[in-house]
């Protein structure tokens, strides 16, 4: 099992009109592996997690999951993806942690966290409820299944986000800054809970702003800048000081004070 | 009220008794004996169109002071309105179409009279024996309507129509047998249906459709009716609404006394 | 005010609302459907479908429903081939073509309705049911059609006391509902206001059902917004 | 031939006189619209105001004009108001007959029923807000008035603008029993120019093409609106995969 | 001018339903005070915030604005704000960045930005756009001016948040979390600006996750847990190990770490 490529692109290119966001860039993720994806804001991070799953669709370039190729067709200077079934089905493999949460506001947390597994994979429905309490355990916002999103603090939303996720049981999980709204305690808490993911051999990407998370957690870092990688490599490499000036600005104290 | 003008609403929709020019100018039969109607009463009128519908109320509410829409003289409509002597009566019939097996039925071309609740009479039996398990087409809230409710209304299918023309476009179409309705209304309407629809039965004349057609007012303007009774009077007495008649309808609608 | 002639154009009047339901629940039936399908052309992504599905709404919103009715029931009429055809003994009944007209029209509007409540969806909602790999019927029947109700309901009853109201055309086609009836009743008796104001009560009664009805799901429909949620009331 | 010269422009064509029906419905259809928007603006305040009284009668409002036929509420504007007109004036020593004008009389009554039509639009649209829009812009201050005209009014009319084209529609179509006051616009000009020549489906499939000329008009004002208030929006959600 | 109470809290409590959010919080602030509000996720210091401007009616309690009561009138055991007048002028003087941003969606960013000082201070608008774009020049957006909300990237929203809360020139700014969608180098640049507008003497709240901000920053740190201020002290007090077990647990690894 290890050393299977899971995730694999190459050389994605998108413009939002003329404002060319991501400018090629090439990527492989194996069984386990926890890709840290750093950068300022704005230089598309969000934009490339959103083109792997094929939310945004990339102006060039190609994405493989799980060893398929994701077929797209050009037309008239636009491009998209050639089977809509293909998509769906891999994007049930991809999992995704959006940045601004985007729960669905008619559900109830427990609905929202079950509506995958049952109306997607089609898994019994007794079995989805009582996976998706412990996830909810796990994430510690349990007593608060029966609560509509508008009623959650930003952080219950956030770890509603994540246990929606993992209940579809992906692959690959992308994660766009699924720390951002909590409190230490439950960033140590979260980051606990995907680095046991990362043991049982799920591989993730990861973007965040959590240095320590990007040292301590990840075996890969890729530092973004301007719609390019910068600088890529193991985190001690890159946070021992190795990188480049671009990447050392980036983190700043971070790098200085360890 | 010393009256010098009044105001006459027609539906101008209604031909030949009232109709539009496409220039926007009301023609037909009413229009043409107002002008006459009035001179003789010496009041300056004007003739303005105006929907069916509202027609009776606006009466009341004072938009106008006279209607001329082949309005019918009922005991019903006279417990809301006056009326003037009647300026026309007219027979009615049964329609079908010319090809039908219901053609020619037994009186064709004839005509019968009738008063007001009469039964057993001999050619109405046999309209009925040939008429039966038809559908027959009628309008709504008339006169004929209730004749044919009492004299076909247990033999026959009996459909209500808002408009007579909407019937004629289903007689065309098959979805009726059978129309009945003014004869005089259907003359034009044969015309406009190039021939494809004819009388069949007999003319049914007499007071079983009451009085006639009369000019409609305000129960209170009584004067301004005793002018126009008078008008009419001497319209019909010199022939002078006979001829706008046959002018119009071909035949001669002027009430018979 | 007249009692004993206000009371028996009421009971005249009652004895014509069973005719009013069916017309109204049969075309708002057939019409919810037409309506769902049209939705689904126009918003699918197939650009001839969509062009179609354009075209209809645009007829079927854009003309008098008088005028339809009209020409569905005495135009098609005038058809050979139609009155030969096997859908004649269907079209033949007043009561189908002004069922079809009714449904023709109001699948026109709704459908217009509910690619309005669509359009008021938050995209990243969408998105979120997407990254899964929700897509073609499991999300709209899950995400989109949930949401896009409950947005469009307060359209959609609006367009459901239409469609009542409407049904007072169908006297044009020989079927005789409420209005159909009272107007009969006027032209008989002539007094208007007298027998509109019973029909006005009637359709006031059913309609405030309705919209009752309407106002009672729209808010059973919108807990999720409410400011504090029912559960940790009690 | 006979049917181009009855639809023509000549002596004996109706051309003038539909296109001026056509006219005679824009012009009801608009003032009513304009009259249902301010009648529309207070009754969704009214129904949304929080106070129970205001928001029964707006509540009252719209069932009672969405639940009685238009007809009703057109004769009873029609005759109603000149039979009060009529009373006021013979009070004042006024002799005789008293009227609204048809016109007055069709784009009054359209408009108090476009009015509740629109208050739901409204009220909908007001809906559909984001809540933390609103929360940020009491936060820094400004008060009801500003809020409304500054941030709830932009995006009402952009919630709002589906909404109204069907208002718009309705009216167009509402005006047609107008003519009940005699005012010749489109419908009954068909009607009439039908039974003056007995030409039932041509008359009424011009009439009905003059409405889709107008509804085609209007589709594309409120488009263009429409289009123009969506810049804000993200790039369609629903066009791609 | 030092020493002067801008903000002055007294026993705030706030209900949803049954569950008793905030169960008696109080707070002095004067000119130039930087208050760090921590508490894990759900301990209520959004709707704290909230509270004192008014956004949510607190259930009891008292609140003092420049000297000045907000004066509340109790009825049918709900209460809320006498006079709405006093409601606006006060919320005139409070800037708030929100948790979620709530940028209007209708309009560009600059115009969010000169909104509230064009319409609301009625100052003249030229005068507006040329500090407008000062300050989102400032926190690093200004080519972003004429973009809506909806084409932004998360940070860049926050920026614009920050930036349209900081133009109405508040005497007292509440932040909640402003810094939670940003990376390590825009954080240090938004503490910098903050630190800045500190020396200026603006008095701020700020709910944070970002620990270095309340030692390094702010002059006073409140403790939150489940409605009730746990601990309170100074930065230097509270982090170098005095305060409560809670605490410590709460800021883990940064406790102990440095
Ligand atoms: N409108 C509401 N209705 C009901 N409960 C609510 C509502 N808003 C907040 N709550 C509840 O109140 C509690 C406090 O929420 P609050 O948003 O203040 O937390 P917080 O301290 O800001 O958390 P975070 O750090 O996650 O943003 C939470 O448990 C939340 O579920
Ligand atoms: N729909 C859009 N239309 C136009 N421009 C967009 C759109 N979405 C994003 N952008 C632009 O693309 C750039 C990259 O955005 P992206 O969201 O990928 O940044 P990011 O790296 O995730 O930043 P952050 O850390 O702030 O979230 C930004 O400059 C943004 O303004
Ligand atoms: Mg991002
Ligand atoms: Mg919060």
Same mark, same amino acid.
């Given at each position: 099992?290890?050393?299977?490529?899971?995730?694999?692109?190459?050389? @994605?290119?998108?413009?939002?009109?003329?404002?060319?966001?991501?400018?090629?860039?090439?990527?492989?993720?194996?069984?386990?592996?926890?890709?840290?994806?750093?950068?300022?804001?704005?230089?598309?991070?969000?934009?490339?997690?959103?083109?792997?799953?094929?939310?945004?669709?990339?102006?060039?370039?190609?994405?493989?999951?799980?060893?398929?190729?994701?077929?797209?067709?050009?037309?008239?200077?636009?491009?998209?993806?050639?089977?809509?079934?293909?998509?769906?089905? @891999?994007?049930?493999?991809?999992?995704?942690?959006?940045?601004?949460?985007?729960?669905?506001?008619?559900?109830? @947390?427990?609905?929202?966290?079950?509506?995958?597994?049952?109306?997607?994979?089609?898994?019994?429905?007794?079995?989805?409820?009582?996976?998706?309490?412990?996830?909810?355990?796990?994430?510690?916002?349990?007593?608060?299944?029966?609560?509509?999103?508008?009623?959650?603090?930003?952080?219950?939303?956030?770890?509603?986000? @994540?246990?929606?996720?993992?209940?579809?049981?992906?692959?690959?999980?992308?994660?766009?800054?699924?720390?951002?709204?909590?409190?230490?305690?439950?960033?140590?808490?979260?980051?606990?809970?995907?680095?046991?993911?990362?043991?049982?051999?799920?591989?993730?990407?990861?973007?965040?702003?959590?240095?320590?998370?990007?040292?301590?957690?990840?075996?890969?870092?890729?530092?973004?800048?301007?719609?390019?990688?910068?600088?890529?490599?193991?985190?001690?490499?890159?946070?021992?000081?190795?990188?480049?000036?671009?990447?050392?600005?980036?983190?700043?104290?971070?790098?200085?004070?360890? | 009220?010393?009256?010098?003008?009044?105001?006459?609403?027609?539906?101008?929709?209604?031909?030949?008794?009232?109709?539009?020019?496409?220039?926007?100018?009301?023609?037909?039969?009413?229009?043409?004996?107002?002008?006459?109607?009035?001179?003789?009463?010496?009041?300056?009128?004007?003739?303005?169109?105006?929907?069916?519908?509202?027609?009776?109320?606006?009466?009341?509410?004072?938009?106008?002071?006279?209607?001329?829409?082949?309005?019918?003289?009922?005991?019903?409509?006279?417990?809301?309105?006056?009326?003037?002597?009647?300026?026309?009566?007219?027979?009615?019939?049964?329609?079908?179409?010319?090809?039908?097996?219901?053609?020619?039925?037994?009186?064709?071309?004839?005509?019968?009279?009738?008063?007001?609740?009469?039964?057993?009479?001999?050619?109405?039996?046999?309209?009925?024996?040939?008429?039966?398990?038809?559908?027959?087409?009628?309008?709504?809230?008339?006169?004929?309507?209730?004749?044919?409710?009492?004299?076909?209304?247990?033999?026959?299918?009996?459909?209500?129509?808002?408009?007579?023309?909407?019937?004629?476009?289903?007689?065309?179409?098959?979805?009726?047998?059978?129309?009945?309705?003014?004869?005089?209304?259907?003359?034009?309407?044969?015309?406009?249906?190039?021939?494809?629809?004819?009388?069949?039965?007999?003319?049914?004349?007499?007071?079983?459709?009451?009085?006639?057609?009369?000019?409609?007012?305000?129960?209170?303007?009584?004067?301004?009716?005793?002018?126009?009774?008078?008008?009419?009077?001497?319209?019909?007495?010199?022939?002078?609404?006979?001829?706008?008649?046959?002018?119009?309808?071909?035949?001669?609608?002027?009430?018979?006394? | 005010?007249?009692?004993?002639?206000?009371?028996?154009?009421?009971?005249?009047?009652?004895?014509?609302?069973?005719?009013?339901?069916?017309? /109204?629940?049969?075309?708002?039936?057939?019409?919810?459907?037409?309506?769902?399908?049209?939705?689904?052309?126009?918003?699918?992504?197939?650009?001839?479908?969509?062009?179609?599905?354009?075209?209809?709404? /645009?007829?079927?919103?854009?003309?008098?429903?008088?005028?339809?009715?009209?020409?569905?029931?005495?135009?098609?009429?005038?058809?050979?081939?139609?009155?030969?055809?096997?859908?004649?003994?269907?079209?033949?009944?007043? /009561?189908?073509?002004?069922?079809?007209?009714?449904?023709?029209?109001?699948?026109?509007?709704?459908?217009?309705?509910?690619?309005?409540?669509?359009?008021?969806?938050?995209?990243?909602?969408?998105?979120?049911?997407?990254?899964?790999?929700?897509?073609?019927?499991?999300?709209?029947?899950?995400?989109?059609?949930?949401?896009?109700?409950?947005?469009?309901?307060?359209?959609?009853?609006?367009?459901?006391?239409?469609?009542?109201?409407?049904?007072?055309?169908?006297?044009?086609?020989?079927?005789?509902?409420?209005?159909?009836?009272?107007?009969?009743?006027?032209?008989?008796?002539?007094?208007?206001?007298?027998?509109?104001?019973?029909?006005?009560?009637?359709?006031?009664?059913?309609?405030?059902?309705?919209?009752?009805?309407?106002?009672?799901?729209?808010?059973?429909?919108?807990?999720?917004?409410?400011?504090?949620?029912?559960?940790?009331?009690? | 031939?006979?049917?181009?010269?009855?639809?023509?422009?000549?002596?004996?064509?109706?051309?003038?006189?539909?296109?001026?029906?056509?006219?005679?419905?824009?012009?009801?259809?608009?003032?009513?619209?304009?009259?249902?928007?301010?009648?529309?603006?207070?009754?969704?305040?009214?129904?949304?105001?929080?106070?129970?009284?205001?928001?029964?009668?707006?509540?009252?409002?719209?069932?009672?004009?969405?639940?009685?036929?238009?007809?009703?509420?057109?004769?009873?504007?029609?005759?109603?108001?000149?039979?009060?007109?009529?009373?006021?004036?013979?009070?004042?020593?006024?002799?005789?007959?008293?009227?609204?004008?048809?016109?007055?009389?069709?784009?009054?009554?359209?408009?108090?029923?476009?009015?509740?039509?629109?208050?739901?639009?409204?009220?909908?649209?007001?809906?559909?807000?984001?809540?933390?829009?609103?929360?940020?812009?009491?936060?820094?201050?400004?008060?009801?008035?500003?809020?409304?005209?500054?941030?709830?009014?932009?995006?009402?009319?952009?919630?709002?603008?589906?909404?109204?084209?069907?208002?718009?529609?309705?009216?167009?179509?509402?005006?047609?029993?107008?003519?009940?006051?005699?005012?010749?616009?489109?419908?009954?000009?068909?009607?009439?120019?039908?039974?003056?020549?007995?030409?039932?489906?041509?008359?009424?499939?011009?009439?009905?093409?003059?409405?889709?000329?107008?509804?085609?008009?209007?589709?594309?004002?409120?488009?263009?609106?429409?289009?123009?208030?969506?810049?804000?929006?993200?790039?369609?959600?629903?066009?791609?995969?």
């Amino acid at each position: 099992m290890p050393g299977q490529t899971r995730l694999s692109v190459r050389n @994605i290119r998108k413009s939002f009109g003329t404002h060319e966001v991501l400018r090629g860039i090439s990527l492989d993720a194996q069984d386990g592996d926890v890709i840290s994806l750093l950068g300022a804001s704005g230089s598309g991070k969000s934009t490339f997690l959103r083109c792997i799953n094929l939310l945004e669709t990339a102006t060039s370039g190609e994405i493989w999951v799980d060893g398929e190729e994701i077929h797209m067709v050009h037309k008239n200077g636009r491009s998209r993806p050639a089977s809509q079934k293909q998509v769906d089905h @891999i994007r049930s493999e991809l999992g995704m942690v959006f940045q601004q949460f985007n729960l669905w506001s008619h559900m109830t @947390i427990l609905q929202n966290v079950i509506e995958g597994p049952v109306h997607v994979l089609k898994r019994p429905r007794a079995e989805c409820i009582s996976e998706a309490e412990a996830l909810l355990e796990k994430v510690g916002i349990a007593d608060k299944r029966h609560a509509y999103p508008a009623h959650l603090s930003g952080g219950q939303q956030q770890r509603a986000a @994540i246990a929606r996720a993992l209940a579809m049981k992906p692959k690959v999980m992308l994660f766009d800054e699924p720390t951002s709204a909590l409190d230490p305690e439950l960033v140590g808490e979260v980051l606990r809970v995907m680095r046991a993911l990362a043991e049982e051999g799920m591989t993730m990407l990861v973007v965040t702003h959590e240095m320590s998370f990007a040292r301590n957690v990840s075996n890969r870092v890729i530092f973004m800048r301007q719609g390019l990688v910068e600088s890529r490599g193991a985190p001690d490499a890159m946070f021992g000081g190795g990188a480049s000036k671009a990447f050392r600005q980036f983190i700043g104290d971070f790098g200085s004070g360890q | 009220k010393d009256w010098k003008t009044a105001t006459i609403t027609l539906e101008g929709a209604y031909a030949p008794w009232n109709l539009t020019n496409a220039d926007g100018s009301l023609g037909g039969f009413e229009p043409e004996l107002a002008k006459i109607l009035c001179e003789r009463a010496k009041i300056e009128c004007s003739l303005v169109a105006s929907d069916w519908d509202g027609m009776i109320p606006a009466l009341n509410a004072g938009k106008f002071d006279v209607i001329m829409d082949a309005l019918s003289i009922t005991e019903e409509r006279k417990k809301i309105i006056d009326f003037t002597v009647p300026y026309a009566a007219t027979p009615a019939a049964f329609a079908t179409a010319k090809d039908s097996p219901l053609a020619n039925a037994a009186g064709t071309g004839s005509t019968i009279t009738m008063t007001p609740g009469q039964s057993g009479v001999k050619e109405i039996e046999a309209l009925k024996e040939a008429f039966k398990d038809k559908t027959i087409g009628i309008q709504a809230a008339t006169v004929y309507a209730k004749f044919v409710y009492d004299n076909f209304g247990s033999i026959a299918e009996i459909r209500e129509y808002k408009t007579g023309a909407d019937r004629d476009l289903d007689l065309q179409s098959g979805r009726i047998d059978l129309g009945f309705d003014d004869a005089v209304y259907f003359n034009n309407a044969f015309q406009a249906a190039n021939g494809a629809l004819a009388f069949t039965g007999p003319e049914i004349a007499g007071s079983i459709w009451g009085e006639g057609e009369g000019l409609g007012l305000r129960k209170a303007d009584t004067d301004l009716r005793d002018k126009f009774n008078e008008a009419i009077k001497s319209a019909l007495a010199d022939g002078t609404v006979k001829n706008l008649s046959m002018k119009w309808f071909k035949v001669d609608v002027s009430p018979q006394k | 005010m007249d009692f004993t002639f206000l009371s028996q154009t009421m009971i005249t009047l009652l004895k014509a609302v069973p005719m009013t339901l069916a017309l /109204f629940s049969a075309s708002i039936f057939f019409g919810l459907f037409l309506a769902l399908l049209i939705v689904w052309m126009r918003v699918g992504g197939n650009p001839v479908l969509s062009a179609i599905a354009k075209g209809y709404v /645009f007829v079927f919103r854009g003309s008098p429903l008088l005028i339809q009715m009209f020409l569905v029931f005495y135009g098609l009429g005038q058809f050979g081939f139609i009155r030969y055809s096997f859908l004649w003994p269907f079209l033949r009944e007043p /009561f189908v073509c002004a069922v079809l007209s009714l449904a023709l029209c109001t699948a026109g509007y709704t459908a217009e309705i509910f690619r309005g409540g669509i359009r008021a969806i938050s995209p990243r909602e969408i998105e979120a049911a997407r990254s899964i790999g929700m897509s073609g019927f499991v999300l709209v029947r899950r995400i989109l059609a949930p949401i896009a109700f409950r947005h469009a309901l307060p359209a959609y009853s609006t367009e459901i006391v239409l469609m009542m109201k409407s049904t007072a055309l169908a006297s044009l086609v020989t079927v005789w509902e409420v209005t159909g009836v009272a107007q009969r009743l006027i032209s008989q008796t002539y007094r208007t206001m007298e027998v509109f104001l019973c029909a006005a009560l009637i359709y006031l009664v059913l309609n405030f059902i309705i919209l009752q009805g309407m106002t009672l799901l729209e808010y059973s429909l919108s807990r999720h917004r409410r400011a504090t949620p029912a559960a940790l009331k009690a | 031939m006979a049917t181009m010269e009855l639809i023509g422009f000549g002596s004996t064509g109706w051309g003038a006189l539909l296109l001026l029906g056509a006219a005679t419905t824009l012009a009801v259809t608009a003032t009513a619209l304009a009259i249902g928007a301010l009648l529309g603006t207070i009754v969704a305040g009214a129904k949304l105001s929080g106070n129970w009284l205001l928001s029964a009668m707006g509540s009252l409002y719209t069932t009672v004009f969405r639940g009685v036929p238009e007809l009703l509420i057109i004769y009873l504007i029609y005759f109603g108001g000149s039979s009060a007109m009529t009373a006021i004036g013979t009070a004042m020593g006024y002799e005789g007959f008293l009227g609204l004008p048809s016109f007055a009389a069709g784009a009054l009554a359209v408009g108090i029923i476009s009015g509740a039509y629109q208050a739901e639009v409204f009220r909908g649209a007001y809906l559909a807000i984001s809540k933390g829009e609103l929360e940020a812009a009491s936060a820094i201050g400004m008060h009801r008035g500003l809020r409304f005209r500054r941030i709830i009014m932009p995006q009402v009319l952009r919630f709002a603008i589906p909404g109204l084209g069907n208002v718009w529609q309705l009216s167009l179509k509402d005006s047609a029993l107008v003519s009940v006051t005699g005012l010749a616009e489109l419908m009954r000009t068909s009607q009439v120019a039908a039974g003056s020549t007995r030409q039932y489906f041509l008359f009424f499939i011009i009439g009905g093409a003059l409405y889709l000329i107008l509804t085609s008009l209007s589709d594309r004002v409120f488009n263009g609106a429409e289009r123009r208030t969506n810049r804000s929006m993200p790039a369609a959600a629903m066009g791609q995969a």
